[in-house]
């Protein structure tokens, strides 16, 4: 395992990190309804506290903080680690997209459907340059059955949302390519990799049958691996959180898979870059409730609210 240091404890079910300016990491804890900040030195503070299932976080150009909320998880220990299970919890009534302005705490509400089509599950986000973020909508599973995800892209200003991939299987993690010419995204269930050619803003060059929605197959990994959120690194190799095998994959852009980073944690779910060379990576490993870092041999993509 790569030599890392635990710089948080005791979250509950951590996701979607963001490194600060200030050295610290802000992140959600689903179960625990919270968006939280990890300082440096590894305290550990509420920023907020919200309904739902805060899942993903992306730092919008205005400063704000912009939360796919996927609407509530039921939890389970399994062999020790926490996870996900299938179901809603009481009082579920759908996903949303919100907006948290950190400097006076508003929490305002963005998007909670797409057309005739309320969201299930938002899950992760990423901002493009053009002010715009694309988001997944997991969906939901439940004990007998599962709602498609979906892929879809919405203005800052909550005037205009599209739907531009489905359907999907438990779409989870999402980032663009340095140019910001090519989308990708992550579905959990099939363990496959998607690349989108994106035309416009929130517009995709759709490949042809026999792509269910558009989208190219960029990777599959063998195996029962799962993949959870992502990050791109200034090269365009992109880092995948990968379940069940507790690591991170690191992919080339052409999909070959260039390295498996070991976390110790069958649930890892999330990395971000930060520091002042971006050389610096934060995982979450919800089934341990860890927030840890550790060096990275090439630096983190710029995000456009970092």
């Known amino acids: 395992m790569t030599q890392h240091r635990v710089l948080a404890s005791g979250l509950q079910f951590p996701e979607g990190p963001i490194a600060c300016a200030d050295g610290s990491i802000l992140l959600v804890e689903i179960e625990r309804k919270t968006i939280t900040r990890v300082m440096p030195g590894g305290a550990v503070e509420i920023v907020a506290q919200l309904d739902g299932g805060p899942n993903g976080l992306a730092l919008g150009p205005d400063g704000a903080l912009y939360i796919c909320n996927n609407g509530g998880f039921l939890f389970q220990k399994v062999s020790g680690f926490n996870r996900t299970k299938p179901g809603v919890p009481e009082g579920y009534a759908g996903g949303r997209i919100e907006r948290l302005d950190l400097k006076t705490g508003q929490l305002s ?11 299930c599950g938002p899950n992760d986000i990423v901002f ?67 690349a989108f050619d994106l035309e416009a803003p929130g517009v995709v060059r759709r490949a042809p049958f026999p792509s269910p929605h558009g989208g190219r197959i960029l990777l599959t990994l063998p195996g029962y691996q799962r993949f959870d959120s992502l990050a791109v690194s ?17 992919v080339s852009p052409q999909g070959g898979v260039l390295r498996q980073v070991p976390t110790g944690d069958p649930i890892t779910t999330n990395i971000c870059f930060g520091g002042p060379d971006r050389k610096t990576a934060w995982m979450t490993l919800s089934g341990t409730g860890q927030l840890i870092e550790m060096p990275w041999p090439e630096p983190g993509l710029k995000l456009v609210g970092g």
Request: glycine content about 14%.
């Open 109 to 119: 509400v963005l998007y909670t459907r797409c057309g005739d089509h309320p969201l």
């Open 128 to 194: 493009d340059a053009h002010g715009g973020f694309y988001f997944t909508d997991m969906g939901k599973m439940y004990p007998r059955m599962r709602m498609n995800g979906g892929l879809y892209y919405g203005l800052a200003d909550g005037s205009r949302i599209v739907e531009i991939a489905y359907p999907m299987t438990m779409p989870n993690g999402i980032g663009l390519s340095p140019d910001g010419a090519t989308l990708y995204a992550a579905e959990t269930e099939t363990g496959r990799l998607w």
């Open 234 to 250: 200034e090269s365009g190799n992109i880092c995948i959180a990968t379940l069940i095998s507790g690591c991170i994959t690191v």
